[in-house]
């Protein structure tokens, strides 16, 4: 049977002088049917560190503080190339300088002069005999101490400690997670109260008693640290171990009998990449600040190592007199964090697929 | 012919993606008349939703309406400030969404819900609205309505939750009704009862309805008319028997044959191929590349909408003229031949 | 209801094994700490420090000492300072915790209707200015450190504006103003984060399309239909912000020498002085606890009417 006949109406007349001038060829019967422009994949495929990374960059806060992180490690590790003079050689004869740097000279705040008590602007590095070509950037401490390289090696401590804190708490926390998740039933849940116990404790404490029986010391600090912020960690491992041991590729390969260690390194590691370097991200800045803060109140690190927090917490006791002491090592600890805590933002988003573009 | 509720010309609409423009809505055009149900049929990304949320003015912030018309009550919906928009929805048009679980706010009573509307919308006091929240929950089959008034959603089934949705739609006492797939998420069993729901609304207060879905074999119990969309544009348009039993449009005749029924012989037909990239939506009809009866000219230009008989449209180069002639499915054959039957017994006009 | 009364109970059980845990401890502690209890120790003849250590219950056995100190603790005896001359733990712990409480209270309720603010704006102007602004805001919160954020504070407003006291407790409600607002950036920060997230989430959700389907303004959906949905569960931060509080108070009152227990904890630690620091650990500890335990109950109490409530996620 054919196709209906048009009725004819005044609306098809209409149409049909419109479209007279069609080509008769052009009614022809055409199976170009699942073409394969159809099939054509409209966006190149990337695999997720490709994806994530592309979001990542969009971010213009992320990515700058991803620059900056980049130059404090070189600036920390290299130290000994980038510091003017030893941090802890003391030169009592030159305390107290304010900053002077070369070139800069005509601004207020890095040419070198202070006022003494008198309330006149003298020159410091004239009265106190630092011979010419001798340069202290951001000024010296009390005891005669290059600021700008106590600044650069205490940086460089508190990266270490940050680091290693985030390392132990990194390697616990998943291990907790995994076992937890993987194994299930009752271990889970008698480690899931464990931690229920322990997270009603609040880290002030865990720190202070730690380091009232340890004393204070680099390695110490960074157990106690460790130790304030592995079981969020431990929690979203947990909870990623218990959604991928669902999922049908690890059932197949149990299936296939592969040894359990083997399943958790390669399928249940790489997938909760993502969330670990996030954690790991958000862990660092944390651990920072608490180290500063120990640092701040006097249970720190111990001289004559200083971090930025006995830096600023030695600032602060002649705040009223020097206070570019307190304020440089206070401004270059806020910028480590901010940068951290924007790349460890910028780092969730990118990794999480759900995101509204 | 009743009075027309709403009319809408030319719809275009697109969506601004990291990927390009996505041409959501292609010069959308149909009539609405008071009274009826239209039912819209069609795949996802169809356009089917984007269509009535242009209507309500719902659409996301990314959105565009490149040109068109939304005619109601002689005035122009696309030109409303978003307060004027504001005040038309719920009151004169309502909405109803697909799943029932997720569409009621779970930390308010059921009660508040319907009552925001009855004391904003129609300026009710407190009292009044109550016994008039009562109501419609009574008139939407909620059984106990003076107890089950102050609870919370979860306290209630998928169907009853739907029911619900529907008190509060009803609450602003609208002319028109707009159901986005409100059966989708439910079993058959309650389907039905909500399609008896909305029926029995619509002749109580002669509502205006229009219902979208993706399932013909829902519409046949509910619609007077049917719009098949397509990529997003409508391809075919006409009253229920039309439409099922007369269908001119290859698409049409894919999604009917595809929906198995129990009475008509043959086998399960899939359309196949997958619908158009509407970031660069090809020349001539989009359906082409999927239509076994495409002709040269299909590639080419799109076509036009054809009248079929009064009221039934379809946009196919097959109804012209110099078209050839092709073998129509069996399934769509038998189809004919009840359309045939049914305007002897004069069932059809 | 049964099930609510049986997980309040497990919650209940639970805080108690926490706080016997940490009791035992710094029980436990006490007896590894170097250095003598007693100051002077060589100014002592043999038979006094003998005498000493009688009294003091000192010679006694592991497990007596220990019965003793937990009874101790359940009559409210938490020992007697070392610092202050046998001042009773508890006196020092009672006299100092007005201020500590005051600037608690005042930063947490500051730090959280300013951080649920702009956590909504946030929200409601998604990946506009308006949202990097406050976002910035809240990271720049998190990320310089509060006795940074102090110091600062004290020097513009108190040194360089003279708006407010430099130090100390004795103007009244004026000296609390510069250190709660110190106090408050980190809870504020945190609360901002959260809120945001939660507001985002309950934008996009059916309820709210539908509610703005029903025809109302854009300011009525958020505060009647959005706001309680996102602000419900801001109650689980409450623990790790009341920690963070702790943790704050000790540089806070240091740097406005305010007489409160976290300048106190800070001066007894540099001096050793083990019952002090004792005592306000395990008062720290018992704050903490109840927090998470009232925050329990109070989420049980809400919850049935969202989600069935299985006993802790």
């Not at chain 1, 390695?219 to 969020?232: N, R």
């Not at chain 1, 602060?316 to 940068?339: E, G, N």
């Not at chain 2, 158009?276 to 000219?297: Q, T």
Request: with cysteine; glycine share 6%; net charge neutral.
């Amino acid at each position: 049977m054919s196709h209906t006949e048009i009725a004819k109406t005044s609306y098809n007349e209409q149409i049909l002088n419109q479209t007279s001038q069609l080509d008769d060829n052009l009614f022809t019967l055409d199976n170009r049917m699942k073409s394969a422009k159809n099939e054509e994949i409209i966006a190149p495929t990337l695999n997720f560190f490709q994806d994530s990374w592309r979001r990542l960059k969009k971010n213009k806060g992320a990515m700058i503080s991803f620059f900056v992180i980049i130059l404090i490690l070189i600036i920390s590790i290299f130290a000994p190339f980038f510091a003017p003079h030893d941090p802890n050689a003391q030169n009592p004869a030159w305390s107290n300088l304010p900053p002077k740097i070369p070139g800069l000279e005509h601004l207020s705040w890095f040419n070198g002069m202070s006022v003494n008590r008198g309330g006149a602007l003298i020159d410091s590095y004239e009265q106190a005999s630092v011979p010419e070509g001798v340069y202290y950037y951001l000024g010296t401490d009390s005891l005669g101490r290059d600021l700008l390289s106590r600044i650069i090696y205490g940086t460089r401590i508190s990266l270490i400690v940050a680091f290693a804190a985030a390392l132990i708490n990194l390697v616990f926390g998943i291990t907790y997670g995994i076992i937890s998740g993987w194994v299930g039933g009752r271990v889970d849940s008698f480690m899931q109260r464990v931690l229920e116990i322990l997270s009603g404790i609040p880290n002030l404490v865990i720190v202070v008693l730690m380091l009232l029986v340890m004393r204070p010391g680099l390695v110490s600090i960074i157990i106690t640290i460790a130790l304030t912020s592995w079981i969020t960690m431990s929690r979203v491992v947990r909870a990623q171990t218990i959604r991928l041991k669902q999922q049908e590729y690890v059932l197949a390969a149990e299936v296939l009998g592969q040894p359990v260690y083997k399943i958790m390194l390669k399928h249940i590691l790489p997938n909760m990449m993502g969330l670990i370097i996030v954690q790991v991200m958000f862990a660092l800045p944390s651990a920072i600040f608490f180290e500063s803060f120990l640092s701040f109140i006097g249970i720190g690190i111990p001289a004559p190592n200083a971090s930025l927090g006995t830096l600023i917490s030695d600032g602060y006791k002649t705040f009223r007199f020097l206070p570019h002491l307190m304020w440089y090592p206070a401004a270059v600890i806020s910028i480590i964090m901010l940068s951290f805590n924007l790349l460890a933002d910028g780092l969730r988003d990118a990794f999480d697929p759900k995101m509204k573009e | 012919m009743n009075e027309l509720a709403l009319s809408v010309k030319d719809l275009t609409v697109s969506f601004q993606t990291f990927a390009g423009k996505l041409h959501a809505l292609r010069q959308v055009s149909f009539d609405l008349y008071q009274g009826e149900t239209l039912a819209i049929v069609g795949e996802s990304g169809s356009g089917k939703s984007v269509t009535v949320r242009s209507i309500m003015g719902l659409l996301s912030k990314n959105t565009l309406v490149e040109k068109g018309e939304i005619r109601f009550k002689n005035q122009n919906l696309l030109d409303y400030t978003d307060k004027q928009k504001e005040k038309i929805r719920g009151s004169q048009i309502a909405m109803i969404f697909q799943d029932p679980m997720t569409s009621l706010n779970p930390t308010l009573n059921i009660g508040s819900q319907i009552i925001e509307v009855l004391e904003k919308k129609r300026a009710m006091k407190r009292q009044e609205a109550v016994e008039e929240a009562i109501n419609l929950l009574d008139l939407c089959g909620i059984p106990n309505p003076e107890e089950r008034i102050t609870q919370y959603p979860h306290q209630f089934s998928g169907g009853q939750r739907q029911r619900i949705v529907i008190a509060i739609a009803l609450a602003g006492d609208p002319e028109i009704l707009i159901a986005d797939e409100p059966t989708t998420a439910l079993d058959v069993m309650i389907q039905a009862q909500i399609i008896e729901l909305l029926k029995k609304i619509q002749e109580e207060k002669q509502m205006t309805i229009i219902f979208i879905t993706h399932d013909l074999g829902v519409v046949a119990n509910v619609a007077d008319r049917v719009a098949v969309m397509y990529a997003g544009k409508i391809v075919e348009i006409g009253s229920v028997d039309d439409i099922y039993y007369h269908p001119q449009h290859p698409y049409t005749w894919g999604l009917l044959t595809s929906m198995p029924t129990p009475d008509l012989e043959g086998k399960l037909y899939a359309i196949p191929g997958t619908p158009p990239d509407l970031l660069n939506p090809p020349e001539g009809d989009a359906f082409a590349f999927r239509n076994e009866y495409a002709l040269a000219i299909d590639f080419v230009q799109e076509p036009p909408f054809f009248e079929v008989r009064p009221n039934h449209y379809a946009a196919t180069w097959l109804l012209h003229p110099k078209a050839p002639s092709i073998e129509v499915p069996e399934k769509i054959k038998e189809r004919y031949n009840h359309f045939e039957e049914k305007i002897k017994r004069g069932d059809i006009q | 209801m049964t099930q609510y009364f049986r997980y309040i109970l497990r919650r209940v059980l639970l805080m108690a094994v926490t706080l016997f845990i940490i009791i035992t401890v710094t029980f436990l502690l006490l007896q590894f700490l170097p250095g003598s209890p007693f100051a002077n120790e060589e100014l002592l003849t043999e038979t006094q420090l003998a005498l000493l250590y009688e009294n003091y219950g000192l010679n006694d056995p592991i497990y007596i000492q220990y019965f003793n100190y937990i009874a101790n603790i359940f009559k409210g005896n938490l020992g007697v300072s070392f610092q202050f001359n046998n001042i009773p733990v508890t006196q020092i712990i009672a006299n100092r915790s007005g201020p500590s409480l005051q600037l608690g209270v005042q930063a947490m309720v500051l730090g959280t209707s300013v951080g649920i603010v702009l956590g909504i704006i946030a929200a409601v102007k998604q990946n506009t200015w308006i949202d990097t602004f406050t976002s910035t805001l809240a990271i720049g919160g998190r990320s310089v450190p509060n006795f940074v954020f102090a110091v600062l504070l004290q020097f513009v407003f108190a040194v360089v504006l003279e708006w407010f006291p430099i130090a100390f407790w004795r103007d009244g409600f004026l000296s609390s103003v510069l250190p709660t607002v110190a106090l408050a950036i980190s809870p504020m920060a945190e609360a901002a984060r959260f809120i945001r997230t939660e507001m985002i989430e309950v934008l996009n959700s059916d309820y709210i399309e539908l509610a703005k389907a029903k025809g109302f303004s854009k300011i009525y959906i958020i505060g009647k239909h959005a706001l309680r949905n996102a602000i419900i569960p801001l109650l689980t931060i409450l623990g790790p912000v009341t920690a963070s509080l702790m943790t704050g108070s000790l540089v806070i009152e240091n740097i406005f020498s305010i007489p409160g227990i976290g300048e106190q904890f800070t001066k007894s630690i540099l001096v050793n002085d083990y019952p002090t620091i004792m005592g306000v650990t395990i008062m720290y500890s018992v704050i903490l606890v109840v927090i998470i335990l009232i925050v329990d109950i109070l989420y049980g109490l809400i919850d049935p009417k969202m989600r069935v409530v299985q006993g802790g996620k």
